[in-house]
């Protein structure tokens, strides 16, 4: 079986990595790994819709996968979702890609410049295919996701976000993984660990230490199920 593990940075792979053995570098951003008889392919793709986009493109045009994973940090909207909560996200759709007006936000669907239900897309949203009877992702919280090419922390700016998609959390290419795996029939997953609240940006108060190293555990137990070792 052949994964793909895609995230933003080296540092929410870092700490999972050293659990698996190394085998060669495809590219500069791009390593291939070995977990039992599972064959991990990892790709640090680059913060932000466009780079995710172009870079899973790329890699799946280059390589055949059975499953891809989306990993990394996230914003919560719910403090519900307490930092280091891992989540397993079923819904994301791009929430600054419309039009404002007037202190409104407006989705290109509204504004009719596309079809709120052409492929991928349902009602302007990018759904997930299930969770693959893997007992680990049953285990997560289900959250709705949004997807933002700016992380803001003006109070009118989150509401307005809160107030027109109800999301649960917020990354920063969700979206962009949804939309490449869907489109190119690849099954996926993405999955989450908060490290913050989304509110008025206080570095401080971040936990990424937690978060990180939750995701990395959730990850590791997700391809433990995997293997037929």
């Given amino acids: ?17 050293n659990k ?4 060669h570098q495809i590219e500069s951003n791009y390593r291939n790994y070995k977990l039992g008889d599972l064959n991990i392919d990892v ?13 899973l493109t790329r890699a799946l045009n280059m390589i055949n996968y059975d499953l891809a994973i989306n990993i990394g940090l ?11 909560f891992v989540v397993n996200v079923v819904q994301d759709q791009f929430a600054d890609l419309g039009v404002e007006f007037k202190s409104k936000l407006y989705t290109l669907a509204e504004e009719e410049l596309m079809n709120e239900n052409e492929f991928p897309f ?10 693959f009877e893997i007992d680990e992702v049953e285990s997560l919280i289900p959250v709705k996701g949004i997807t933002v090419n ?8 989150i509401k307005l976000m809160r107030d027109k998609f109800s999301p649960e959390i917020e990354t920063m290419n969700g979206a962009a993984f949804f939309y490449v795996c869907l489109s190119e029939k690849v099954p996926f997953l993405q999955i989450r660990s908060v ?3 989304v509110e008025i ?3 401080e108060n971040w936990n990424i230490p937690i978060a990180l190293k939750n995701l990395s555990g959730s990850l590791l137990s997700v391809l433990d199920e995997l293997r037929m070792d």
């Fill in 201 to 203: 940006k206080r570095i």
């Fill in 195 to 197: 490290s913050h609240f």
């Fill in 20 to 23: 698996l053995t190394f085998v």
């Fill in 74 to 84: 996230a914003g919560s909207f719910d403090h519900f979702l307490e930092q280091g």
């Fill in 43 to 55: 790709l640090v793709a680059g913060y932000g819709s466009v780079f995710t986009a172009y870079q």
């Fill in 1 to 17: 079986m052949r994964v793909l593990i895609v995230a933003s940075s080296n540092r929410e792979v870092n700490e999972f990595i």
């Fill in 150 to 157: 700016t992380l803001y922390s003006d109070p009118k700016w």
């Fill in 122 to 131: 349902a009602e302007g949203k990018l759904n997930s295919l299930g969770n």
